[in-house]
């Protein structure tokens, strides 16, 4: 079973080639990086142009580095959504046109789904499982109690945890994407800020970190103004301690509420080394659940993720014909709807 997959939601052009759901045989990634970095943000047009440019070249090299023609391929799966709508339209068009050319089946594919299959590429997912996504647009608990049923239990009210790195990162003179940069200081320095941790206490599965980015910018504001230096270690430690705080807490309140075999941490700020380890001691006191952390080279948006996803959505029979349109705001299933 081959999968030909493509990822074009925001700014990495990806296609990949998946064998059994489970096996990458290649996965291309052009990343447009560069092209957004001196706006200190994606921009949606460019995004779209970029991915034009790249995905012609980007199929050719998924099927040449895996050696495989379109004849050996099983289905085609794509992002539709959730993303920047002129972004998903060019992974969405170029899978509409090699499924229909190549008479292949094609599968639509959950941007966020691909992130939490990305676990599938280094062990078998067990469910029920939990996933804690966390990436630049995003921040969800999802509950699997079997493996095509995602259903969200939790998620930011506000700002997405890389969403807040980013912006505090541009505070702190650190381009875009900041995420990494600031985890690394963060582990030079200390959590002497006490930042707020939004609604921690709070008896239900959800997150805010636009308090925090304002408390962050606040405090960094207030010392420019009287001429304060200030450790920016310390500073990224105390942002970082008080992200990973909440992110822990409330997958931990999470896990005792639904007792699963396997949490699965996943997404972009999947990444961050301090989640990892903060995650990995936490874990260990959850006996029957299983920590799965998407390796780093498959946390940032990629389309093997997409087929890993894809794979398993195939054999559950999901299609889609010549009509499927991107789908920028596309949500999963809310466990109980009076939770929103
Ligand atoms: P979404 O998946 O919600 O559609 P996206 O695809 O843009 O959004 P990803 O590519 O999955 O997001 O993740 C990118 C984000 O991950 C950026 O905000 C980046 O700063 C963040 N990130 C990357 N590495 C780290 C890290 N080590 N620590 C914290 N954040 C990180
Ligand atoms: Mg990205
Ligand atoms: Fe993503």
């Known amino acids: 079973d081959l999968v030909l ?22 996965n291309i990634v052009a990343t447009q990086i560069k092209s957004h970095q001196r706006f200190g943000g994606v921009v949606p ?40 709508v002129g972004a998903l339209l060019i992974g969405v068009t ?13 599968v639509p594919v959950n941007h966020l789904a691909g992130h939490i299959y990305a676990a599938r ?10 996933a804690l996504v966390v990436s630049g647009g995003h921040t969800e608990l999802v509950y699997m109690p079997e493996e095509d049923k995602f259903e ?11 969403e807040a790195y980013d912006k505090i990162g541009r505070v702190l003179g650190i381009n875009y994407p900041a995420g990494k940069p600031v985890d690394e200081l963060a582990h030079q320095g200390k959590d002497t800020f006490k930042f707020p941790r939004a609604m921690d206490s709070d008896d239900n599965f959800d997150f805010s970190f636009s308090g925090l980015k304002s408390a962050f910018i606040n405090t960094v504001h207030h010392a420019d103004q009287i001429h304060e230096e200030l450790s920016r270690e310390d500073l ?30 996943a997404g972009g700020v999947a990444a961050n080394k301090g989640l990892r380890e903060r995650l990995t001691k936490e874990i260990a006191s959850f006996k029957d659940t ?49 939770a929103k």
């Open 152 to 162: 969200i239990i939790g998620e930011t009210r506000d700002d997405a945890a890389g």
């Open 5 to 26: 997959s493509f990822e074009t939601s925001c700014d990495e052009t990806s296609v990949a080639v998946i064998e059994n759901g489970n096996k990458i045989l290649s």
């Open 94 to 106: 170029a899978a509409k046109a090699v499924a229909w050319a190549h008479n292949l089946p094609l």
């Open 236 to 265: 990224a430690a105390s942002f970082q301690q008080a992200v990973v705080d909440v992110l822990a807490d409330k997958t931990q309140r999470a896990l005792k509420e639904f007792p699963v075999k396997q949490l699965i941490l």
């Open 121 to 130: 590429l280094v062990e078998p997912i067990e469910f029920p499982a939990m």
């Open 45 to 84: 047009e460019v995004a779209s142009r970029h991915h034009i440019e790249q995905i012609t070249g980007c199929i050719e090299d998924a099927l040449r580095d895996a050696d495989v023609t379109y004849d050996d391929l099983t289905s085609v799966a794509v992002t539709y959504g959730p993303g920047l």
């Open 290 to 338: 299983k920590l799965e952390l998407v390796p780093l080279s498959l946390c940032g948006d990629n389309a093997a993720m997409i087929g890993a996803a894809g794979e398993m959505l195939y054999r559950h029979g999901a299609r889609a014909d010549a009509t499927l349109n991107a789908d920028p705001g596309l949500e999963f299933e809310w466990l109980a709807d009076e």
